[in-house]
Nanobody, 129 residues
Framework: QVELVESGGGSVQAGGSLRLSCEAS????????IGWFRQGPEQAREGVAA????????YYADSVKGRFTISLDKAKRRLYLQMNSLNVDDTDMYYC??????????????????????WGQGTQVTVSE
């Protein structure tokens, strides 16, 4: 059972930065897609950024391009999201998610996901004016 634990959320003023971390445990897939989603109250969950464990493919939502950077420490199985130039619209609960990348399996989800099917519990990011 994959376990994803997020940390690093908090409160920051607009224009500030935060770095989110996701510690991934029990991932035994040789290739996987891992990334970040966010969701506000009564809103649909939105894909923020994702990347594939093999290669350098990274994906970003248009709303965060140029401001957020996703990275993966494969040895530590730790995913990061560096968030700069934060604005109030970035206020949300942020979730880490992961899926295996399997040959022949069509990816019907956002970015490189076909689900996602594994989720963390989330970490809150609040940006104030």
């Amino acid at each position: 059972q994959v376990e994803l634990v997020e940390s690093g959320g908090g409160s920051v003023q607009a224009g500030g930065s935060l770095r989110l971390s996701c510690e991934a445990s029990h991932i035994e897939w040789s290739s996987y897609c891992i990334g970040w989603f966010r969701q506000g109250p009564e809103q649909a969950r939105e894909g923020v950024a994702a990347m594939e464990s093999l290669g350098d493919l990274k994906y970003y939502a248009d709303s965060v391009k140029g401001r957020f950077t996703i990275s993966l420490d494969k040895a530590k199985r730790r995913l990061y999201l560096q968030m700069n130039s934060l604005n109030v619209d970035d206020t949300d609960m942020y979730y880490c998610a992961a899926d295996p990348i399997l040959p022949g399996v069509r990816r019907t989800g956002p970015f490189c996901f076909f689900g996602p099917n594994s989720w963390g519990q989330g970490t809150q990011v609040t940006v104030s004016e």
